[in-house]
């Protein structure tokens, strides 16, 4: 990373020498995860250019448009709705809340036993280590598990800008009414942070853009059905994690690029890994940059991920929202319906969690799954057990772990992955 940007960090007000380590610690196991993989394909390169300018190049292009008037908004869940944003005339950025940061500071803000993500996006604010954070002129938090929701009423003092979107717990007429007006709410908010009014027009434009990005993610998807794996877990979750910062339009025409190339491997039979290399599935909390924790462990131990049952994979991005409405309200419910569907585990009950693992599996044909807990998850943790149970019953092998952003249990955790890994070869 080009040291080019410092004064945009300074300006920033970001603490330079604590944001310098943190960018070594990510450079480091960048370097040792993702360029140390064999077989990757070519057109990865560009996600290899993004995550080397993730703190530079994109965060100096932010700025730019902020200079031209537009609005930089930051959300930490994948159920705020980027069509309105964009239809605004703003960009989303996902927050960062990957790795630990600050935990001195943070656990005199938070108990100890609240989970790592959280844990996370406190320590990039106390250690003033995110760019992200810093530029953007609105913050979105929102009422999903406990842990979160009363951490935004600490975070509110600290940031200053934060805008609380509450959303609903139990899917009935209730719930999709309290959503409904909770985006309305949202979209005013909106129009009142940048001055612009959400036309027809605009909110059309909002979604066509945001499916484009999904639909391209949906086809790379598909590719990885393929035996073998025409690419690895790692470099998936990568692609799943980069759509949450980068330019739509050209993110979108990346993933097509690898997804031209994946064609051209299935066609030629290459895959990331040797064919017969166990094909797994895994479920769960959210990888943020840059967790990639798990995935290395299980691709280190002789299998491969095929899908991510994730808000940073298919549970994020597997609805797009019906484009064919002609006025706001018309769009504004389709916009309601798409997030509506999301099945993450702060529902109760949650059923659609099961049957949509249970589609991955069939589709990317995975030979197990690996249930992945991020500790003192309650939400996630909780749907372990039946998930684990229901999946046991019908005969698909499954394995839960529980774990945190940090590395000390990562021999512990590669011995019960390799276990495993050889029960199903
Ligand atoms: S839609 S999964 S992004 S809330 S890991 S903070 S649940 S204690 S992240 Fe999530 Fe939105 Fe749901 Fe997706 Fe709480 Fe669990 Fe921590 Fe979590």
């Not at 190049?57 to 908004?73: H, N, Y």
């Not at 990568?238 to 097509?256: C, G, I, M, W």
């Not at 299935?266 to 967790?291: D, H, M």
Request: charged share 25%; with cysteine; hydrophobic share 40%.
């Amino acid at each position: 990373m080009s040291s080019n940007y410092r004064p945009l960090w300074h300006e920033l007000g970001m603490d330079i020498d604590a944001h310098d380590s943190l960018l070594e610690v990510l450079n480091q196991s960048y370097q040792e995860i993702y360029l140390s993989q064999k077989n990757r394909p070519e057109t990865m390169r560009y996600f290899d250019f993004v995550m080397s300018e993730v703190h530079g190049l994109r965060i100096k292009e932010l700025m730019d448009e902020k200079t031209e008037g537009r609005k930089i908004v930051g959300s930490y869940c994948v159920f705020v709705p980027e069509e309105i944003v964009l239809a605004a005339n703003a960009t989303l950025v996902g927050l960062c809340s990957g790795a630990d940061f600050a935990m001195e500071a943070v656990e005199s803000l938070l108990p100890r036993n609240t989970c790592a993500l959280i844990k996370s996006s406190f320590g990039f604010k106390l250690g003033k280590v995110c760019p992200f954070l810093e530029s953007a002129d609105m913050i979105v938090g929102e009422n999903t598990c406990d842990g979160k929701k009363k951490a935004y009423e600490t975070l509110g003092d600290l940031v200053g800008n934060l805008y609380v979107m509450d959303l609903p717990q139990v899917k009935s007429t209730i719930g999709r009414e309290l959503l409904k007006t909770e985006y309305e709410r949202f979209k005013t908010a909106m129009e009142e942070l940048t001055g612009v009014p959400v036309t027809a027009e605009s909110l059309q434009q909002g979604i066509r853009t945001v499916n484009a990005k999904r639909a391209a993610l949906h086809r790379l998807y598909s590719l990885r059905s393929a035996a073998p794996a025409p690419i690895s877990g790692l470099d998936a979750l990568l692609a799943n994690q980069v759509a949450f910062y980068d330019k739509p339009a050209r993110f979108t025409e990346s993933v097509h690029k690898i997804c031209d190339e994946l064609e051209a491997r299935i066609a030629e039979g290459r895959g990331a890994f040797p064919k017969g290399t166990p094909r797994i599935l895994v479920s769960g909390c959210p990888q943020a940059v840059p967790n990639w924790k798990l995935p290395h462990i299980v691709e280190s131990s002789g299998a491969v991920i095929v899908g991510e049952e994730s808000c940073v994979g298919e549970r994020g991005t597997r609805n797009l929202t019906d484009a064919s409405g002609e006025t706001v309200s018309g769009m504004m419910e389709a916009i309601v319906d798409r997030y509506y569907a999301i099945d993450c585990a702060l529902f109760t009950p949650n059923p659609d969690r099961m049957t949509h693992i249970r589609e991955m599996i069939g589709a990317y044909k995975a030979d197990g799954v690996i249930h992945y807990g991020l500790q003192f998850c309650q939400p996630y943790i909780m749907e372990s057990l039946p998930i684990e149970k229901t999946l046991k019953k019908s005969g698909i092998p499954t394995l839960c772990l529980e774990t945190d952003y940090s590395m000390e249990d990562a021999g512990q955790l590669k011995t019960r992955v390799e276990a495993f890994v050889e029960q199903l070869k």
